[in-house]
């Protein structure tokens, strides 16, 4: 896509006006301030909103993608596939918590998993590509 003009003007002035502010010096910033009468406790306090207004909104726009990511990678995997029996399966979850140190599984009121709530992990951490059935030939 071909930019125009005026687009290239602005980014060309936005670069000059970064570098111009990574070459000043923060005494040299806060100089400028009081030059014009500005309150720096005011300032500093409206930047620190602004920035943490653009972090968050950074964050919603990560979350959002990573959601689409996931409701379109989940999507397109079947869940009603084959799985190895429960034996197996077991194996290949003790496997996988021992492999992948990160991936961890709580027990709800410390009580044991049933083979359905096992079942139920395999699927997720296959959907997750934790696990790879076609490895392990199931």
Not at 98 to 115: H, N
């Amino acid at each position: 896509m071909k930019q125009s003009k005026e687009s290239k003007e602005i980014g060309f002035i936005r670069a000059r006006v970064l570098d111009d502010l990574a070459n000043t010096s923060d005494e040299e910033i806060r100089n400028e301030y009081r030059e014009a009468g500005q309150d720096m406790a005011a300032v500093a306090t409206k930047t620190h909103d602004k920035l943490r207004d653009v972090f968050a909104a950074g964050m919603r726009a990560k979350l959002a993608s990573a959601k689409a990511a996931a409701k379109t990678s989940t999507a397109s995997q079947p869940t009603n596939r084959v799985r190895p029996a429960m034996d197996r399966l077991k194996e290949i979850l003790a496997e996988a918590f021992l492999r992948e140190p990160t991936v961890a599984m709580a027990f709800r009121d410390g009580k044991k998993q049933t083979d359905e709530d096992l079942a139920t992990v395999y699927d997720d951490l296959v959907r997750m590509g934790i696990i790879k059935p076609e490895e392990h030939g199931d």
